[in-house]
DNA sequence: CCGCCTTAGTCGCATTGTTGAGTAGGTGCG
DNA sequence: CGCACCTACTCAACAATGCGACTAAGGCGG
C-alpha cells in the first residue's frame, strides 16, 4: 500500500522512466523503503490505470524504447492526502543481522566479528554516498541558506534521517567490536 | 525465511507459549522483526512439523490448554549455522512516516508537526521500556560486570541497538521540529 | 568476434504478510 | 449482573513481496 505512496513521492523530482525510478529507489528511497524493479514496474502500471499518473512513450534510436512517468493532478492531491494523515502502523525494521546476533552466543565469535565487521563497511559506504548527496544538495551554502532558499525541505530532512541512521548504525558495530574483542580477547 | 529464525532466537530464552511469544515479540523482537500472532503460530507449526522445535500441551484448569514450545537439537544446530552465516539481503527498514516526510512539503506544515510529534512521543515511551529492560538485565551491575558474568551476550547487544535506535528517532524528530519551526515561524 | 555489462523492461509462481473474524472460558470493575 | 478485557489460540481469504529467469539491443575490453 505506501510503495504506491513512495513511488509518487519520488515522481515529485519530476518525469522518470520506470528503469530509471528502480535507480533512485537504490540509492535513496532505499533508505526508507526499498522495493525491486519488477515491484516498481507493477506499482507504475497500478498507477496508470488509476490515473494518478501519466505515461509516455519515448522512442529511441540505440536503446529499448522506454516509457516517462510523472505525476497526474490526481496524483499529487493523492499524495497530499496521504503526507497529511497518521501512519498506520509504527515502523518495521527487517534487519538479519540483529537475529544473528540475538543467536550469537551458540556460534563461534571470529564468524560474528566477520559479519559485524561486513555490515559496517557497507554502512560507511551508504553514508559516504548519503553525503555526497549532501554536499550536492547544499552547493557550497551552509544549512541554514540552503533551508532559507529551497522550495522543498522533505528530500533533505529524510536524507539526514538516512545519515543519522547509518552513524548510528556504525556506532552499534563498533559497540558489538569492543565486546566481542573483550570477550575472546587477542585470539 | 528468517521470521522462522527470529523464532528459535526467541526459543533460546527458554521453553514458551505461542501466546507468550506473542508478546516477546511485541516489546522485544519487534525492535528488529515484528510480526502478528497468526504468523507466529503459523510459523510455530511448520517449525514443529520440521523437527526444530517440540510442543508439549499443558493442560490448564481455569484456562485454555495451551502448547509450549522448546528448541531441539536440531532447531538448535540450524540456529547456529543461520547465525554464522552473511545476512542475504541487507536491512530493510519500511517506515511510512519518511514517505510523508518526503513529500511534506505540499502540505500544512502543523499537519506534519503533529506526526513528528506524534512519533517522538511513541520513541520516547520504546526508549523508556527499553531501558527498563537494561536496568533488569543489569540488576545493579556496571555494563563491563555484567558483560563478564553473563553467558549470552547477543540479547543485550540487540537492545542497545534498539536503544540506539530510538535515540536516533528522537534526535531526528527534534531536527525536523526546529526546521518546521523556522519555516512557519510562530504560527 | 566472444562474452559480459548496461539499458529497459516482462512473466509467473511461490512465499510472506495482513485483515478480520471466530471460539471459549475466566477475571475484574462498578 | 453485565460488559469489557485477558488468555490462548484457529481459520480463511487476500494483498504484497520476492525469486529467478527471459527478451532484446548496443557497448566495450581483450
Redesign the interface.
Known amino acids: 500500500m505506501?510503495l504506491k505512496?513512495?513511488v509518487?513521492?519520488a515522481l515529485?523530482e519530476g518525469e522518470a522512466s520506470g528503469y530509471e525510478l528502480s535507480k533512485v529507489f537504490d540509492v535513496s528511497?532505499a533508505?526508507?523503503?526499498?522495493s525491486t524493479p519488477q515491484q516498481l514496474y507493477r506499482e507504475l502500471e497500478r498507477l496508470a490505470q488509476d490515473g494518478l499518473i501519466e505515461a509516455r512513450v519515448v522512442r529511441q534510436e540505440r536503446r529499448p524504447d522506454k516509457r516517462m512517468f510523472t505525476l497526474t493532478e490526481a496524483g499529487?492531491r493523492d499524495?497530499?492526502a496521504?503526507?497529511?494523515t497518521?501512519?498506520?502502523?509504527?515502523?518495521?525494521?527487517?534487519?538479519?543481522?540483529?537475529?544473528?546476533?540475538?543467536?550469537?552466543?551458540?556460534?563461534?565469535p571470529d564468524?560474528?566479528r566477520?559479519?559485524v565487521e561486513?555490515r559496517g563497511a557497507?554502512s560507511r559506504g551508504k553514508l559516504a554516498r548519503y553525503r555526497r548527496v549532501r554536499e550536492r544538495l547544499l552547493a557550497g551554502r551552509t544549512e541554514a541558506e540552503y533551508?532559507r532558499e529551497t522550495?522543498?525541505?522533505?528530500?533533505y530532512?529524510?536524507l539526514?534521517?538516512g545519515i543519522?541512521?547509518e552513524?548510528?548504525n556504525l556506532?552499534?558495530c563498533e559497540?558489538?567490536l569492543t565486546?566481542l574483542r573483550?570477550?575472546a580477547p587477542l585470539g
Open positions: 505506501s505512496y513512495a509518487l513521492a515529485l528511497l533508505n526508507f523503503w526499498a499529487r499524495l497530499d496521504f503526507a497529511a497518521p501512519p498506520r502502523r509504527p515502523t518495521a525494521i527487517r534487519d538479519e543481522l540483529l537475529i544473528k546476533i540475538q543467536a550469537m552466543d551458540g556460534v563461534d564468524a560474528t566477520a559479519l561486513e557497507w533551508l522550495d522543498r525541505v522533505g528530500p530532512l529524510t539526514m534521517g543519522g541512521f552513524e548510528e556506532r552499534w559497540r558489538v565486546v573483550q570477550r
